[in-house]
């Protein structure tokens, strides 16, 4: 599997940047995870509209998903200029129902509902979906493909219900939209100690700090992740590419 981030921003793009988005491909498919802020844009530098193969949504915040209608409208339009742009598989969470209606209102998307119960057959591989702890439906995708394991936490806050969904992932893209010292008593995103407590219950080989929030600077995610002491971490940046 080939990951590439396409945004790594939470809740607003840094200077240059882009919220929310990565292109996974394998077996000569590509999946496009969340599409938020500058996704399309920075997407159209790797593949064209017309190569995406799937598209899976965590949940419907707008940083994660604020470039799908300019999306359908790049396919309508490339559509009306006689480009032969097939229908998109989308798989997001029911709720809230009027951002799936909004959605799946399109003939060039076909949507489908996931739950934490899903498991969808992809390309050859697997994708399980995990519920995690955010103010509206949210989902952690696990995928696996000939014995490789990918993990995207989305949006989550501590909880050790994620260690099952990150249990010896080979690569782990986890939220990190916090800090230990931004604590307050009811918390939004994990912090770079969570996510190094996490990577050691779990015995992730890899993990990459992401959801970024712009008003903390890199330096002061760096320094937190370090003082943990020295484990496999990079911190997320657009255009950084894995391969497991």
């Known amino acids: 599997m080939k990951i590439t981030v396409l945004g790594c921003s939470g809740g607003y793009p840094a200077p240059g940047g882009a919220t929310t988005g990565y292109l996974v491909s394998f077996a000569g498919k590509n999946i496009l995870i969340d599409m938020g802020s500058g996704v399309l844009s920075n997407l159209l530098q790797y593949i064209s509209l017309g190569d995406i193969d799937l598209i899976l949504l965590t949940h419907h915040h707008s940083d994660h998903v604020c470039d799908i209608p300019v999306f359908k409208y790049a396919l309508q339009m490339n559509k009306q200029n006689g480009t032969d742009i ?59 493909y000939e014995g490789k394991v990918f993990v995207y936490t989305g949006d989550a806050c501590y909880n050790p219900d994620l260690i099952p969904l990150l249990k010896d992932a080979d690569l782990a893209i986890m939220d990190c939209g916090s800090l230990e010292k931004q604590r307050k008593p009811v918390m939004m995103h994990l912090t770079p100690t969570e996510c190094h407590s996490l990577y050691r219950d779990a015995g992730i080989k890899k993990v990459v700090l992401s959801h970024l929030v712009p008003y903390y600077s890199i330096s002061e995610i760096q320094e937190e992740a370090d003082s943990c002491g020295i484990w496999p971490y990079e911190i997320a940046s657009v255009h950084k590419e894995f391969e497991i």
């Open 86 to 144: 097939h229908t998109i598989p989308v798989f997001a969470p029911s709720t809230p129902e009027a951002a799936f209606d909004l959605l799946s209102h399109d003939t060039n998307l076909v949507c489908g509902h996931i739950g934490a119960s899903t498991i969808l057959p992809v390309f050859g591989g697997r994708a399980y979906f995990f519920r995690t702890q955010h103010p509206v439906e949210c989902y952690g995708i696990r995928l696996e």
